[in-house]
């Protein structure tokens, strides 16, 4: 008996505990809801048919082929806004958010494929934008279009593009390959840091040998000039040793003849002076 009290008692806790979570739980999601009031949610559903039936394919024609963006760079903004309005009602405050929803069209057309198919919409208010988004279905993978009015009576269109869906496998092979795009500039940038501090040791050692190839360069110039003027040297000597000679020799024999020698024998030279004239 006491046993199975306590345990009515475990399970009258476990069925309280349960329904108040429940009830934290309703509380939240019911916060959390976005309420708008029924002008506001006429918008929305009104942004929400313009969007599909009128942006879509109109811009889609970019993705699809049936319009070309070529064709309307010779225009200027407003002149793109007024065929736009003209031809489609597309009623926006500058020609440049059709330029750039065409552009982004064209563009996804090569990741999407054709688009085949709108799928469901959904449409929110932020600030004094009305985002609506809608899944677009290509041939190849599909796409979310972003198409944001101004929150007002006109609903002027103030932006729209195709973004591709990505699987979570895309996006992670993405960002891996991001990953290791930019590890791998970094050990690159980090390698060749390394590379000019290794230099740092290698540039002395260089500049040395090419001031020792230098000096030796010098030096053996500096020998070869010092044997050249050492031969000069020896030469004029060896000249100037035989010029005294001969002046010797004529000076004795101009004595020997003045005192009637015959030769000059027993002349002896002690030394030669010059005399002022």
């Known amino acids: 008996m006491a046993q199975s009290r306590k345990g009515d008692g475990r399970m009258k806790r476990f069925r309280a505990f349960a329904c108040m979570l429940l009830c934290t739980l309703s509380l939240a999601a019911c916060g959390s809801a976005e309420t708008y009031t029924t002008y506001e949610q006429q918008k929305l559903d009104y942004a929400q048919m313009v969007a599909a039936e009128s942006i879509i394919p109109v811009l889609?024609?970019?993705?699809?082929?049936?319009?070309?963006?070529?064709?309307?760079?010779?225009?200027?903004?407003?002149?793109?806004?007024?065929?736009?309005?003209?031809?489609?009602?597309?009623?926006?405050?500058?020609?440049?958010?059709?330029?750039?929803?065409?552009?982004?069209?064209?563009?996804?057309?090569?990741?999407?494929?054709?688009?085949?198919?709108?799928?469901?919409?959904?449409?929110?208010?932020?600030g004094k934008q009305i985002i609506v988004s809608v899944l677009i279905h290509g041939t190849t993978r599909d796409a979310e279009a972003e198409i944001i009015f101004s929150n007002d009576g006109f609903l002027n269109l103030e932006s729209a593009a195709l973004n591709p869906s990505y699987t979570k496998t895309e996006l992670l092979g993405k960002a891996g390959l991001n990953t290791l795009l930019g590890m791998g500039t970094v050990f690159v940038v980090l390698i060749l840091i390394c590379l000019i501090i290794s230099c740092f040791g290698v540039i002395p050692k260089l500049q040395k040998m090419a001031a020792d190839k230098k000096a030796a360069k010098e030096k053996k110039n500096t020998s070869g000039i010092d044997n050249a003027v050492a031969q000069i040297t020896e030469q004029e000597e060896s000249t100037d040793v035989s010029d005294?000679?001969?002046?010797?020799?004529?000076?004795?024999?101009?004595?020997?003849?003045?005192?009637?020698?015959?030769?000059?024998?027993?002349?002896?030279?002690?030394?030669?002076?010059?005399?002022?004239?």
């Not at 031809?87 to 057309?109: E, H, P, R």
């Not at 002046?247 to 002076?273: C, K, M, P, Q």
């Open 60 to 126: 889609g024609g970019f993705t699809n082929g049936s319009l070309v963006t070529s064709d309307y760079e010779e225009y200027t903004r407003d002149e793109v806004e007024a065929i736009f309005y003209n031809q489609y009602s597309i009623n926006t405050q500058d020609g440049q958010v059709i330029l750039s929803g065409m552009n982004s069209f064209a563009k996804a057309a090569a990741e999407i494929g054709r688009i085949e198919n709108v799928g469901d919409t959904e449409a929110r208010i932020d």
């Open 244 to 277: 005294d000679l001969e002046l010797v020799a004529v000076i004795a024999a101009a004595i020997a003849a003045s005192e009637g020698a015959a030769s000059t024998d027993g002349f002896v030279v002690r030394s030669i002076r010059r005399r002022n004239a």
